[in-house]
């Protein structure tokens, strides 16, 4: 009996990282940019993620994440629609915003920097993330340049109006992380 037990115990260890389920009600996804020279924050309200991550074995972990863009917010529903459109984010043609983790660095206790594709509007850009992971809970920010993902472009793009910097930050949870 006892090797039998040792023999199971072996082979649970031995099995790959279960993927992590989000928990959306508990996450959040906000951004801060300057206006003018005033700070407004957004939030999208609708949002997915993928975690397959064994804390044991961080480099084999995966993250994937994407974003409604037409689940943004800005706490004004004219502002909501306006940002909706071609200059900024173009729902009708790229509904979508996505990040495809390639690399997962331990930086430090319960600390990561997550490297990968961010893309928004076609555009493609390598990110690196710095991730807290605690308690099921993957928190952090990563600043971004809104023109290099186009959005805002046209006459928008003069950046004394809008800032080019966003900073995104995020709260994720997870079940079974």
Known sequence: ????????????????????????????????FKQMGVPVDGKFKKFEAQLDFDAKKPEAGKIAFTVDLASVSLGDASFDAEVGKAPWFDVKRNGKATFVSSSIKPTGANKYDVAGKLTIKGAVRDVVVPITLANGVASGAVPIKRLDFKIGDGEWADTSVVANDVTVKFKLAFAGL
């Not at 039998?4 to 992590?20: D, G, I, R, V």
Request: glycine share 0%.
């Open 1 to 32: 009996m006892t090797k039998l037990l040792s023999a199971l115990l072996l082979a649970a260890a031995l099995l790959p990282a279960q993927a992590a389920t989000l928990q959306a009600d508990k996450s959040d996804l906000s951004f801060t």
